[in-house]
């Protein structure tokens, strides 16, 4: 009945007619139970179809993000040698996170669809960089006036896009 009554409001509805054909091509008895439940699996398919997959996108582009909070400009080039020279993220965030968070993750925050990351990070960059960079290309320390903090320069790197999926995989430091 909740459901009959949201979807009306909404001006879905499944007309009598429809109703009885429905019963008869499903081969079920015509009684007030039966039609009721039909009717309420009827509103939602046309609730799923026609109202929600309007209004509710099924998927969204993300990105899987990687960072660390580091100490200066100089431990930020630092450690951005150390990854050009094929360095572990993990184990680097791992030793010179300052963020718990990165430290204890291994800098991995995991998948994220664009508008969610800055809100989790308090600052715009990581995303910025995440969505608007090609694979491989490692930045330069990029100092975050954002983010609550003493310190911070980032270095973002973007692993692997699918651009047919809208995904990709993303490393970053701060």
């Known amino acids: 009945a909740l459901i009959r009554q949201g979807a009306s409001k909404l001006g879905v509805r499944v007309s009598d007619d429809a109703l009885k054909e429905e019963l008869k091509n499903a081969n079920l008895p015509n009684n007030d139970v039966q039609r009721d439940l ?4 009827l509103i939602i398919e046309k609730l799923l179809d026609k109202y929600f997959e309007e209004q509710v996108p ?3 582009e993300q990105r899987q993000v990687m960072a660390m909070l580091l100490e200066g400009e100089s431990r930020a080039a ?3 040698i150390r990854l050009e020279d094929g360095e572990s993220f993990a184990e680097l965030a791992e030793e010179f996170s300052l963020a718990a968070v990165s ?3 291994k800098g991995d925050f995991g998948w994220h669809p664009k508008g969610l990351l800055t ?3 308090g600052t715009s960059i990581p995303e910025e960089h995440a969505f608007n960079s090609e694979i ?4 330069q320390p990029i100092y975050d006036e954002e983010i609550y903090k003493e310190i911070g320069y980032w270095l973002i790197k973007v692993l692997d896009k699918d651009e047919e999926a809208e995904e990709a995989q993303v490393q970053a430091i701060l």
């Open 119 to 121: 809100g989790r990070m």
């Open 103 to 105: 430290a204890n993750n």
């Open 58 to 60: 099924t998927s969204a």
């Open 136 to 139: 491989g290309a490692l930045s």
């Open 38 to 41: 039909l009717e309420t699996l």
């Open 78 to 80: 630092e450690v951005r």
